[in-house]
Structures are given as structure tokens and as C-alpha cells.
């Protein structure tokens, strides 16, 4: 174990986060996450998901790609009405395409027609800049961060809320940026570690932590 990892799993909080993480691991093994083929796809497919499963995701994403329309030039040109039809099946449809526009306009205006720019950007005014974006709130900045910008950022959504508020390591008057900082607080700056974990709960609260939890058969019961 390295010097770094070391020190940051002193406190109790972080041990027993790294003992969630190691739980889950053994359990479900590598999520191989973000499912793209480019960080250009991650930064639409972050949009795509905002309350929806992935599979729907997929089924948008494979119609953009099908009309050659998976590029930032083609998308910046494409009418938002167009880009509404071809993303329905991920739901929400016209507000994700007037959403997705505004990112692809935002990125387009700031940083041109590569992507180069925006993927190197400094992490703290990415960030600031992408939640200024409409439609853009902390869970998929966040998401365009880590899987699409390889940033030691935490992303913490529902899922993460329920199984801490279900182990007693928060409460119902939890942000968004209180949630993440039990992670980013107590645990090392990795982005590999970031990625695994985040995929990892998705994970178990799908098949287990569900609303009506399956507490017998779950990794973490126990925990």
C-alpha cells in the first residue's frame, strides 16, 4: 500500500468506505465503466441519463451514431428539434436535446471545435463553467469530469444517498457536495478508484439496496 493510500484510510470513515469498496469488488469485480468509445460520447451520454436507465441511453446514442451525428460539429449543427427525435427513446426528450445543445453550444463558444481544450481544462473551472451551463447540474458535471475528463472527482447520486442514509453514515439533510466530500475527504485523490466505486454502487443498489432492500443476499450486509 503506498504512502498516500496510507495516510488518507487513518480515519474510521475512510477505512470502512475502502472496506464498502473492497465488499463490492469481490463481490461484482470490475464495472468497466463509462461504456464509450470517446470521452465526446460520455459528455453526451452524461446528459442522456439524467433520469433514465442506460439502456435507453444506448438506444439514443446508437441513433445518433447511426445518422453520422455523433461528432461536436455535426451535433452543434443539428436543430433541436431533429436532435429531440433521435434521442427519444432515452426519454425526456425535448428537454435533453434543448439541455444537450446548451452544453454543446457552451463548449463549441468556449473552446472551439476540438475537444482537446475542454478535456485539459483546469478541473475547479470546468466545473464551475459546466454547472453555469442550463440544465447542467453537479451529478453530470461531475459524471463529464471523471469518465470523460479522467478528474479525481466523486459522483455521488440517489443510489449513494440511500446506502449511507441505510448504514448510518448520513442523514436526510445531506447535499450534494456534503455526500461527496465523505468520499473525497477520506479517501485518496484516484481516478481509477473514483470510477470503480461509483459503478460499484450503481451496482448494488440496483440488485440489492433497492427501495425494498435485499439485505440478506447484499455484499454489504454487516457492513
Known amino acids: 500500500m503506498n504512502h498516500k493510500l496510507r495516510d488518507s484510510l487513518k480515519s474510521q470513515t475512510g477505512q470502512r468506505l475502502m472496506e464498502m469498496y473492497n465488499r463490492l469488488y469481490e ?30 441511453v444506448e438506444k439514443a446514442i446508437k441513433n445518433l451514431e447511426e445518422n453520422h451525428l455523433l461528432s461536436l460539429d ?4 443539428l436543430p433541436a428539434g431533429r436532435l429531440s427525435q433521435l434521442i427519444r427513446p432515452a426519454g425526456y426528450f ?26 485539459s ?9 459546466l454547472l453555469s451551463v442550463k440544465g447542467i447540474g453537479p451529478e453530470t458535471a461531475d459524471s463529464i469530469l471523471l469518465y470523460a475528463c479522467s478528474r479525481p472527482i466523486f459522483v455521488v447520486d440517489a443510489y449513494t ?4 442514509k441505510r448504514h448510518n ?6 447535499s450534494y457536495a456534503g455526500l461527496q466530500s465523505i468520499f473525497m475527504d477520506h479517501l485518496p485523490e484516484d481516478v481509477n478508484l473514483y470510477n470503480e466505486f ?26
Request: some cysteine.
Open 198 to 223: 461509483h459503478a460499484l454502487i450503481v451496482r448494488v443498489a440496483k440488485e440489492h439496496c433497492k427501495k425494498s432492500p435485499l439485505c440478506q443476499t447484499c455484499p454489504l450486509d454487516g457492513w
Open 121 to 129: 481544462e483546469d478541473t475547479g473551472k470546468l466545473r464551475e463553467k
Open 169 to 174: 453514515m448520513t442523514d436526510d439533510q445531506e
Open 74 to 77: 455535426a451535433l452543434y449543427d
Open 27 to 56: 463481490r461484482y469485480g470490475p464495472q468497466n465503466w463509462w461504456p464509450a468509445k470517446s470521452p465526446f460520447e460520455v459528455i453526451v451520454g452524461a446528459v442522456l441519463t439524467q433520469n433514465t436507465n442506460w439502456k435507453n
Open 94 to 119: 425535448n428537454i435533453k436535446a434543448l439541455r444537450l445543445k446548451n452544453l454543446i453550444e457552451f463548449i463549441v463558444s468556449n473552446y472551439g471545435l476540438e475537444l482537446d481544450e475542454f478535456l
Open 161 to 164: 444517498f440511500r446506502i449511507l
